[in-house]
């Protein structure tokens, strides 16, 4: 009644009360709300005028994006701030799948250039010990062709000494022949010129018998001196022949040795690369550490 004046003291007037009061409270309400949606209204139009989307938002960089996101949160435009926030996961998943691939190029490319330096260097050694099978195998023809000569040599002069020892002797006749000898000479002696003919014809049949059986016996001797030396130079040539096989060997494991060398460093090189890949998986996002040596001629981590 204090508010709205004296003439409201009546019982019968109180409805008129009330009904002005709702009156007067709908038309301040009213008048707040017509200043709040103003407020609203124009508070939103100078969000959407600040910070529209852009055109081109996607190709925007990741930096733009995630500035555009802060002030869409700072003006809590959550809707637009969510959208973007997809729009920078994409972005971002597309970047490190980008840097994936890259990378996994980088590898691949190391990959195939320490393969390519690993087949030129096993080239190069394959070919050095080519060569040095081929100058070892000249000179084991040449020592073996040397002994052979060496061998023929020594067996010529041999038998040649031979001969001049055995047949230069006189035979040792029978007894039997040297007393047909003794008659012949006792009958020419007598002039018994038949009887020592017979007789020396008897003798020289002996003497021819006992020379065959004379000579059969030299020859067989000499053939047994020759015997053992041929059995001397061939177990000469035999240990000649096995000290150029294991010459030869130890070529071969020379160049055995030197291959899994190289071979060794090579998966080692391979191994730390595919740790490199690992680590590419783990940290997609480029921050990997990179620790190959993809030299074949630097020895890597391990000293192999």
């Known amino acids: 009644l204090k508010v709205f004046g004296s003439n409201f003291t009546c019982?019968?007037?109180?409805?008129?009360?009330?009904?002005?009061?709702?009156?007067?409270?709908?038309?301040?309400?009213?008048?707040r709300s017509g200043n709040t949606s103003a407020n609203h209204?124009?508070?939103s139009t100078e969000l959407t005028v600040g910070d529209e989307f852009p055109a081109n938002l996607q190709d925007q960089p990741l930096s733009v994006l995630k500035d555009h996101y802060a002030g869409l949160?700072?003006?809590?435009?959550?809707?637009?701030?969510?959208?973007?926030?997809?729009?920078?996961?994409?972005?971002?998943?597309?970047?490190?799948m980008e840097t994936y691939r890259r990378q996994c190029a980088e590898q691949t490319a190391?990959?195939?250039?320490?393969?390519?330096?690993?087949r030129k260097e096993r080239d190069a050694i394959n070919l050095q010990w080519d060569l040095s099978d081929a100058a070892y195998e000249d000179k084991a023809n040449e020592q073996r062709d040397s002994m052979i000569a060496a061998h023929t040599t020594e067996m010529a002069q041999s038998l040649e000494r031979w001969h001049d020892e055995i047949f230069t002797r006189t035979p040792r006749w029978s007894g039997e022949l040297l007393k047909l000898r003794k008659i012949?000479?006792?009958?020419?002696?007598?002039?018994?010129?038949?009887?020592?003919?017979?007789?020396q014809r008897r003798a020289d049949q002996m003497e021819a018998m006992e020379f065959e059986a004379w000579k059969f016996k030299c020859d067989e001797k000499i053939g047994l001196r020759r015997k053992n030396l041929a059995e001397k130079q061939q177990s000469e040539l035999t240990a000649l022949d096995r000290r150029l096989r294991a010459g030869m060997f130890r070529q071969e494991q020379g160049r055995k040795q030197e291959c899994e060398k190289l071979q060794s460093r090579l998966n080692l090189k391979l191994a730390l690369i595919e740790r490199d890949q690992k680590l590419i998986r783990l940290f997609p996002n480029g921050s990997a550490p990179s620790s190959c040596n993809t030299s074949m001629n630097t020895p890597a981590v391990g000293g192999a």
Do not use: G, Y
């Open 11 to 31: 019982r019968k007037s109180l409805p008129t009360f009330w009904l002005m009061v709702v009156v007067r409270a709908r038309s301040v309400t009213s008048s």
């Open 184 to 199: 012949e000479d006792c009958l020419s002696k007598q002039d018994r010129i038949s009887e020592a003919i017979e007789m």
């Open 41 to 43: 209204s124009s508070q």
């Open 110 to 118: 190391r990959v195939d250039a320490l393969q390519d330096e690993f």
């Open 73 to 96: 949160k700072q003006q809590r435009r959550f809707h637009e701030a969510e959208q973007v926030k997809h729009l920078i996961d994409q972005v971002r998943a597309n970047s490190e």
